[in-house]
């Protein structure tokens, strides 16, 4: 009650208060600011002082109230995640003291902007109570508030400004192409479908097949455009929407494909580690990581089910893997693991792959196809060279039980100027559990979307 009687104003004497987010406070320390943003920690001391680290998205600023400041019904009260706007002047903290860059915000006036609740209410509470899985992903709209999802985000932003940056470089140009469509690209297992004013239409499993109609066009093109797979199992590394990064590239042979691969992945790993935010992420989230050794190791298909043998990793009924079989998810990351370091994986036989891959020259049961693998994750990327002559993407679609009229737009690419080209699709998520060192896909995306899961 007697708090409630204090009310603070602001000393129109001082100086006016100069708006800032918290990324600039090193700029501005010894001038008179105010920041906005979420109590992030707050710590009571005695009945003079308070410690709050204030949170606004770009930074953490520890600010001290302290005398009367501290004696309000709202200081009394005030709870983590309540959203305040402080006045004062930023100072280096005194040596041998701690804190977020090095200062500290002495307040001189603030108030509530939206207060949090407090007590069995209380932000902390509603997420420790229950460890469990699914309480977090019900509650992922306020996780990513933390500390490490917020990283994670941020690091994902400056990962697709990396890619950007160099399909720049690279003169390769972005476009991007419908998601709700008739065609599937990588099977009808995995294909989402609905209703399109009464036709049958799908959500995209995969850009490719726009992108290649546009080489003719733009030249070399890429997308950074949603995936959407009817993944039917709950594994560590599908998603049922997912980041796809798909390039394709014009006039170009199998190595110039693999070539590009590894350059990209170079291009955005240098990229990442030149930029301070990207230095201070990674030593954050992943402090371990290595740099991969360049040129990556390139490996056939028929050498990776020798490598199964010799290490006598076997299907579930104990017979070991041969040629023609797909190699699941479960031995192709024990390979990449073991092996410990990035794998072209290549030249897979065409039965186990899409429908618009083509062959090898020197070995016609098997395709110029790729798949980059990543210790901790596995297979990060998916390629290949495309069929470039009409009449054997005819016969390819009659082999795979495809009716060839909903395809005729890409077709016809054969027919009116035909060129050997290739690309890929990279899944951004993965490449971020790779290089963040995360135990699931699931933590580097927003509001991960799986079987059982379109909430919230
Ligand atoms: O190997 P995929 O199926 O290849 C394609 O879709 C090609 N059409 C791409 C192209 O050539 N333009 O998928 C490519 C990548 C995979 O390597 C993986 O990283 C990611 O997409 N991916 C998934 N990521 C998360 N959840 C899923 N369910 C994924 N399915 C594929």
């Given at each position: ?11 129109k ?10 990324g ?52 009394l ?10 006045f ?34 209380a932000?902390?509470n ?8 699914d ?8 996780t ?13 932003a ?11 470089s ?17 099977g ?6 609905f ?14 097949l ?27 590394r ?29 291009f ?10 990207g ?6 989230l ?8 360049t040129?990556?190791?390139?490996m ?10 010799e ?36 030249r897979?036989?065409?039965e186990?792959?899409?429908f ?14 790729v ?10 990327v ?6 470039a ?25 054969r ?14 998520e ?27």
């Amino acid at each position: 009650e007697e708090a409630k009687k204090i009310v603070l104003v602001e000393d129109k004497a001082l100086p006016q208060a100069m708006k800032i987010k918290i990324g600039k406070a090193t700029a501005s320390r010894d001038v008179r600011v105010t920041v906005s943003g979420w109590v992030h920690r707050l710590r009571v001391q005695g009945k003079d002082m308070m410690f709050v680290v204030l949170r606004d998205g770009t930074g953490f600023l520890q600010c001290v109230l302290t005398g009367r400041l501290c004696h309000t019904y709202d200081a009394l009260t005030l709870s983590t995640e309540s959203t305040i706007q402080v006045f004062g002047t930023i100072k280096k903290v005194p040596a041998g003291k701690n804190a977020p860059d090095g200062h500290e915000l002495i307040v001189d006036y603030w108030k509530v902007l939206g207060k949090a609740p407090s007590g069995d209410d209380a932000f902390t509470n509603k997420l420790n109570k229950d460890s469990n899985p699914d309480v977090l992903l019900d509650n992922r709209h306020l996780t990513i508030r933390g500390e490490t999802a917020s990283a994670v985000l941020k690091m994902r932003a400056l990962v697709l400004q990396a890619f950007r940056a160099f399909y720049q470089s690279t003169g390769v140009t972005e476009v991007n192409p419908p998601l709700m469509v008739q065609t599937q690209v990588e099977g009808g297992s995995t294909l989402f479908s609905f209703k399109y004013y009464g036709e049958d239409a799908y959500l995209t499993q995969s850009s490719q097949l726009y992108l290649e109609t546009v080489l003719p066009s733009i030249g070399d093109a890429y997308t950074i455009s949603e995936s959407f797979r009817a993944e039917k199992s709950h594994t560590r590394r599908h998603l049922s929407q997912y980041t796809h990064i798909e390039g394709e590239l014009g006039f170009i042979t199998f190595d110039d494909l693999l070539d590009h691969l590894e350059q990209m992945i170079t291009f955005v790993l240098d990229y990442v580690f030149a930029d301070e935010l990207g230095k201070t992420l990674m030593a954050e989230l992943n402090p371990d990581f290595q740099r991969p050794k360049t040129p990556f190791r390139r490996m056939k298909y028929v050498d990776a089910i020798a490598w199964l043998k010799e290490h006598k990793i076997t299907k579930e009924d104990g017979t070991s893997y041969e040629f023609g079989d797909d190699i699941p998810e479960a031995p192709e990351r024990r390979m990449t693991d073991t092996i410990g370091e990035p794998i072209l994986l290549t030249r897979f036989p065409a039965e186990i792959k899409a429908f618009y891959m083509k062959r090898c020259g020197d070995d016609k049961r098997v395709t110029e196809s790729v798949d980059v693998l990543m210790p901790g994750v596995g297979e990060i990327v998916g390629g290949s060279m495309r069929i470039a002559d009409h009449d054997e993407l005819i016969a390819a679609y009659h082999r795979e039980g495809l009716d060839p009229a909903p395809y005729y737009w890409y077709t016809e690419q054969r027919k009116f100027g035909t060129c050997e080209h290739g690309g890929y699709g990279l899944g951004l998520e993965r490449f971020l559990a790779w290089l963040l060192n995360r135990y699931t896909v699931r933590e580097c995306c927003l509001y991960p979307r799986f079987m059982g899961r379109c909430t919230p």
